[in-house]
């Protein structure tokens, strides 16, 4: 790259970086603006504008947060009180924001659960969020109820859209209280006392160790999540930002919605993402933006041509996740002029953004920021999973295209701040300390990248036996401690394995087994017990399991194994069919490879 180019690159980078700032910068830990005061602030500025269009209708900024005061009324009138939270399990539409923001006016937290979830996983994310009640709508509804029984104490149940005949004494409709409640904003003097320290949210994510641990995220983090896209995005009241992705992640949830809902732009909202539909609708809303995780790219890529997938008003794609072989496809074929890569995790206070659009790489750190951006990578042992430390005790920073954990340092400002997560134990397995100098501490990120000579970061993969599978993130722990009760079944080892072409890693189990080995038997108990996401794509039947001194399954062979049958020693299934699961041929390993069947 020539001088000029690199100049213009940096300033690029600068400009970026600077908007981002800006939005950011006004964030105090100690101050009591809260997300919900930036959010009137939008409403007193852009109160005629529409704020949101779901599947249901339109919204202004002043229906909207009329909407917004109503439940934070109603919250009041069930006597939550300022610390309290409410579980929220809900599909992608107005009431959604309107509910936690209006939560958040009264000092009431919101517990943001997984859709997808059911069972024992649901209940546990319910039990931990501590919430009485529960605000949910008539898709979801059932499975709340379902998973009651498994949470150890009583909760009332508020549904949206409820009929009549399905009302009982611990489950009511929540239209009409909504309704009826005042529209006028609560006093500020009901949050008096509360700080960005605070916290706002709940956000659920699977760690290594087992099922969702409940991150929190308090009213600096939701703040800064929102205005720092709100800045990078250069988004105006004239834009309007397409959002399919689930609102109880961080990326469809904050980062989705900021860009539109603090500068006056209008956020079409959708329950869930359409392949068919996603480039006629992109096109009849006039949509300029729009969010994504790479899995979102990489399926509309996959499809079959659309008439309107270039006919659109795109200036900008923004999110995280789009793999270096799906970027540049993604681009030339529907003709998204500007694409904005971020990396971040719910809970962590690591953070890059990719300005320059470079096809692959998640961020940049140039030279003359790196003092200023919180991220380092130091030297990682693959074998132990923990940080080398040199004979001095302290870690080792790596060399440039040399691969090693990503980490940033805690401190007590807004851009290094660690909350952690509702469970102190989980939090403390998060922070390295004794890092570079005695006595300081650092967030680890569970995240192994590389950084080249330029300053731009690349993702390699992640650390433990987490994986990503159809844009959710996929705990191996609660897979086996879900699976290992199937009839028959005596030791479940799961774990994922890569398949060219996909986002992502597909499920993979094997099993030891006592007598034969029913297909649809363990099927039926795969569907009850796991999300669809995480059920295994693949078995292999082994006859014992390898552990290490510790007791650890060692995965490191089945996982290079694969589910190539030439390497496998016993027998091999494919989800599908019948039985839920068929013997793998290598005919449909062939087609599974080729991307000619998908999975």
């Not at 001088?3 to 300033?11: G, P, S």
């Not at 109820?145 to 498994?150: I, S, T």
């Not at 004494?169 to 009409?176: F, N, S, V």
């Not at 795109?314 to 971020?342: H, M, S, Y």
Request: proline content about 3%.
């Amino acid at each position: 790259m020539g001088l000029v180019a690199n100049i213009r690159r940096d300033i690029r980078f600068a400009k970026g970086l600077g908007r981002l700032l800006k939005r950011i910068k006004p964030i105090d830990l100690d101050s009591d603006v809260l997300v919900c005061d930036d959010w009137e602030e939008a409403v007193d500025k852009f109160a005629d504008n529409i704020a949101i269009e779901d599947d249901r209708r339109s919204l202004t900024y002043r229906e909207l947060d009329a909407m917004a005061n109503r439940f934070g009324h109603w919250a009041q009138s069930r006597r939550l009180k300022r610390g309290d939270t409410v579980a929220l399990v809900m599909l992608n539409r107005a009431e959604y924001i309107a509910a936690w923001m209006g939560f958040a006016k009264v000092g009431v937290g919101t517990a943001l659960i997984n859709t997808n979830l059911t069972g024992h996983a649901l209940a546990h994310c319910l039990t931990i969020s501590n919430a009485s009640q529960v605000l949910t709508c008539e898709e979801c509804w059932r499975k709340v109820e379902d998973a009651r029984p498994y949470v150890g104490r009583n909760m009332m149940l508020w549904v949206l859209g409820l009929d009549d005949a399905d009302e009982a004494d611990e489950r009511r409709g929540i239209d009409k209280p909504v309704r009826s409640g005042s529209s006028v904003r609560p006093a500020k003097s009901v949050r008096s006392g509360l700080t960005n320290r605070d916290t706002a949210l709940y956000i659920f994510t699977s760690g290594t160790t087992g099922l969702p641990k409940a991150a929190k995220i308090t009213h600096a983090r939701a703040r800064t999540y929102m205005r720092a896209f709100a800045g990078a995005t250069e988004s105006t009241e004239k834009d309007v930002t397409f959002n399919v992705l689930p609102l109880y992640h961080s990326t469809g949830g904050l980062v989705g919605i900021g860009p539109a809902l603090l500068n006056g732009g209008k956020l079409i909202l959708r329950r869930r993402f359409s392949a068919t539909t996603f480039w006629p609708d992109v096109k009849a809303t006039g949509s300029t933006l729009f969010v994504y995780i790479g899995e979102l790219c990489r399926y509309l890529v996959n499809c079959p041509e659309n008439p309107d997938e270039r006919s659109h008003k795109l200036r900008l794609a923004f999110g995280n996740g789009l793999r270096p072989d799906v970027w540049t496809d993604f681009q030339k074929r529907f003709a998204v002029p500007n694409i904005l890569e971020f990396y971040g995790s719910t809970e962590g206070n690591v953070s890059l953004f990719n300005f320059d659009g470079k096809a692959g790489a998640i961020g940049r750190v140039p030279g003359f920021v790196k003092k200023q951006v919180n991220f380092r990578l130091v030297r990682f042992d693959i074998e132990t999973e923990e940080p080398v430390r040199g004979s001095d005790g302290l870690c080792q920073m790596v060399k440039s295209n040399e691969i090693g954990e990503a980490i940033g340092i805690i401190g007590d400002d807004t851009r290094h701040s660690f909350s952690g997560y509702a469970d102190k134990a989980a939090s403390e397995k998060k922070i390295l300390r004794d890092v570079f100098v005695r006595g300081d501490r650092y967030f680890r990120t569970g995240d192994l990248m590389r950084q080249d000579s330029e300053g731009y970061v690349y993702f390699v993969d992640r650390i433990g036996d987490t994986y990503r599978w159809k844009g959710e993130n996929v705990s191996t722990a609660e897979v086996e401690q879900r699976l290992a009760d199937a009839p028959g079944i005596k030791e479940v080892i799961a774990y994922g394995v890569p398949i060219p072409g996909q986002e992502g890693k597909a499920g993979m189990v094997a099993l030891v087994i006592d007598g034969r080995f029913s297909a649809k038997t363990f099927a039926e108990w795969v569907e009850q017990e796991l999300p669809t996401y995480a059920r295994p794509a693949f078995i292999r039947i082994i006859k014992s399991a390898d552990t290490t001194g510790t007791f650890k399954y060692r995965k490191v062979d089945l996982v290079s194994d694969g589910f190539d049958p030439a390497k496998v020693d016993g027998a091999l299934y494919v989800r599908g069919g019948k039985s839920g699961y068929t013997k793998l041929s290598e005919t449909a390993r062939a087609a599974i490879l080729s991307g000619e069947t998908r999975l």
